[in-house]
């Protein structure tokens, strides 16, 4: 990455400012610690979109490994004598297919499946392969498992191969780790009969995932794109979708009891997204159930992040829904509530109860902690307050401490947007759910947006943004640093905003329906965006407190006799340090001055310092899979000789940032 470099100084220098500074002077009262900086403040949240589960965060590498798919040999080919079945041993996956004999001794039966854009092996690495599996008969039959490149496909290239012997007539599942001899992007995973004469067997739930998941779960994760998660240290994780929640219909929407138990009998559903955009239709995008409501509370806690579900109201989408039959009535509302009653009890209760037991044989016997809960996506009209109601009545009677999340419906200002957020502050809800995909203008004229938002009522969760910028809506560097720019305006206002997660937060490369997103993948490999590291920089340094701020007595909130800067201020009493965030938008340099005022009573010399820079000699510029650091942090630390020292009560720093730059100042 070439760096800009300020005009005075790489980091920074105590030196006079010229006249024309004189504006960009930043005043931070040091000794006035303001509202608290919610844990929550900065998080996550996932959506199956764009392959984000299945074939991306959940490391399963087979597609439709229990035959569940509308087109039931979906994914899969089939050689010699293969029969679909559907009397198989899990009530909700019943379809099982059946190997039998080819009847030739030239011919094999078996199956080879596809995988998610292929299946992707390394050299070296261990994939562990199970099946469950009987001979009906209780005949001994062998099993050949191979990972096989496609361009070869001869015996004498297959990468990897085990066997399994089967010989009882009940279904048991068997497991084998494969380790390829080389590497392969596009292979394929195939399972025959070896030995086929006279001998049947039948095969249910083929499964393959590395060894290496993060921290070593069975039904794991993809390490490396839950590294990223835990990396950006998130506050919260919200789960596990916004339209999928709703459903394209009442039947096909995400239903949370479909998403616990043993994984085998875990239903497949229609994912949402599947046929939704004409430009990147996949008529085989469906949700395995594999990275279900267990999976998603588990991972919060091992990255820290407090979770937040969203549950359906008994709403459809909307947007492809607008007849009112298509959603349920007030008064049979009742299913749904208990749902989420229950939700509740299988994170929270006690192991005496029925949904705690559950998640106690799954393997988690403390409870999970679970504080907040969102019904609802984007919804709107009087069919939202009305449907909200009585889980809002519910809730609050069975768990008084649970907050609750409502919605201010699909856009950031407009009239359901005026209508519903008095109706939400009627209805008691905690947060409010806004969304915002804008355009750069937006973002650059919202710097200001929640300064004069009602403090007395509901709290502000902006659920899903995101800057689409210029062109082909990619991740661009411009995009992210508008992005850096507003999210001031949520630091400043912490005492009103207590949430915030970008949106998407994965694509596959292959795989992707909706851009821009925050982190991209293949099957192997993944970078962070510029809008990640945007993430991160504030999740990473939000502090505990808003100090008070402002340039020529104003919030500095980029407006036009601002010469383009955005800026807020914390302070982190556990280490003592005053965080000051500055974005430039402007083409040309800015001459800032940075006044920590109030030190005087405090004691206080600031001793060392440090400057995170965001930047790009090009605003179009954006990380790729080739290049994933084009875009990245750099942080140096302050010179000794450049902070000077506390002058009656005042620290002052004279900087000079680069044009189109976001800055992290960290003084201790």
């Known amino acids: 990455m070439k760096l800009r470099l300020p005009m005075l100084a790489s980091i920074g220098m105590a030196a006079a400012l010229t006249v024309g500074a004189a504006d960009n002077v930043l005043n931070v009262q040091a000794n006035k610690p303001g509202a608290p900086i919610q844990p929550t403040m900065y998080g996550l949240f996932f959506e199956d979109i764009n392959y984000a589960a299945d074939g991306g965060l959940y490391a399963e590498m087979v597609k439709n490994r229990s035959f569940e798919f509308p087109q039931n040999l979906m994914g899969w080919v089939t050689y010699g004598n293969v029969t679909l079945q559907n009397d198989g041993p899990f009530e909700r996956n019943p379809h099982y297919v059946r190997l039998g004999s080819a009847g030739h001794n030239d011919k094999h039966t078996g199956l080879e499946n596809e995988g998610f854009f292929g299946v992707t092996f390394k050299k070296d690495q261990e994939y562990r392969f199970s099946v469950w599996a009987r001979s009906p008969k209780g005949e001994k039959a062998t099993l050949r498992v191979e990972l096989v490149d496609p361009a070869t496909m001869g015996e004498t290239h297959v990468a990897a191969k085990q066997e399994i012997t089967v010989e009882s007539a009940d279904w048991k599942q068997y497991e084998v780790t494969l380790k390829p001899g080389e590497s392969c992007e596009k292979g394929k995973l195939r399972v025959f009969l070896s030995k086929p004469d006279n001998v049947t067997v039948d095969l249910e739930h083929l499964s393959m995932f590395p060894v290496d998941t993060w921290k070593g779960h069975k039904n794991g994760l993809r390490k490396d794109l839950a590294q990223a998660l835990y990396d950006l240290n998130p506050g919260v994780f919200r789960f596990p979708g916004g339209c999928i929640v709703e459903g394209t219909d009442l039947p ?37 159930g594999g990275l279900g409501f267990y999976e998603y509370f588990l991972l919060s806690e091992e990255i820290g992040a ?48 029925k949904w705690g037991a559950l998640r106690a044989e799954m393997g988690h016997p403390a409870p999970f902690n679970l504080k907040l809960i969102a019904i609802g996506n984007e919804q709107w009209g009087p069919e939202y307050p009305e449907h909200l109601a009585p889980f809002v009545t519910a809730i ?28 939400m502050k009627k209805l008691g809800a905690d947060l409010v759910d806004e969304h915002f995909y804008r355009p750069e203008k937006w973002f650059l004229a919202q710097g200001n947006r929640y300064d004069n938002y009602d403090r007395k009522g509901p709290k502000v969760f902006a659920g899903e943004y995101a800057c689409h910028g210029k062109g082909k809506k990619w991740n661009h560097f411009n995009a992210a640093l508008l992005e850096a720019a507003f999210m001031t305006g949520l630091e400043r206002n912490a005492d009103i905003v207590h949430m915030a997660t970008y949106a998407p937060l994965f694509a596959h490369v292959e795989g992707w329906q909706w851009r821009p997103d925050m982190i991209w993948f293949d099957n192997s490999d993944s970078f962070r965006t510029a809008s990640y590291y945007v993430q991160q920089l504030y999740a990473q340094n939000k502090g505990s407190n808003v100090l008070p701020l402002t340039m020529n007595g104003k919030p500095v909130a980029g407006n036009e006799d601002q010469n383009g800067l955005f800026a807020s201020a914390v302070i982190d009493k556990e280490t003592g340090e005053y965080i000051v965030k500055v974005a430039n938008t402007s083409d040309t340099p800015q001459e800032v001055t940075i006044n920590l005022n109030g030190l005087k009573k405090m004691r206080q010399d600031i001793t060392a310092a440090t400057v995170t820079t965001l930047s790009s000699d090009d605003i179009n510029a954006d990380n790729t899979l080739d290049n994933p650091g084009r875009v990245v942090p750099v942080t140096k630390a302050i010179p000794a000789a450049d902070l000077g020292a506390v002058t009656k009560g005042v620290f002052t720093y004279n900087t000079t940032l680069a044009p189109k730059t976001f800055s992290v100042y960290k003084f201790k």
Not at 314 to 341: M, S, T, W
Not at 401 to 407: A, K
């Open 306 to 353: 407090e979770p937040l579900p969203v549950l359906s109201v008994g709403l459809a989408c909307q947007f492809q829904n607008r007849d009112a039959k298509a959603h349920v009535p007030v008064d049979e509302l009742q299913p749904y509530i208990q749902d989420a009653l229950d939700l509740i009890e299988f994170a929270n209760g006690d192991t005496s109860t």
């Open 252 to 288: 096909t929407r995400y239903q949370w009891k479909n998403t616990v138990g043993p994984v085998e009998n875990r239903p497949v559903n229609e994912n949402r997204w599947h046929y939704t955009f004409p430009h990147r239709f996949y008529p085989d995008y469906y949700q395995s």
């Open 396 to 423: 609050r009677k069975a768990y008084p401490d649970i907050r609750i999340v409502g919605s201010s419906g699909p856009d950031s200002e407009g009239e359901q947007f005026d209508y519903l957020w008095p109706e």
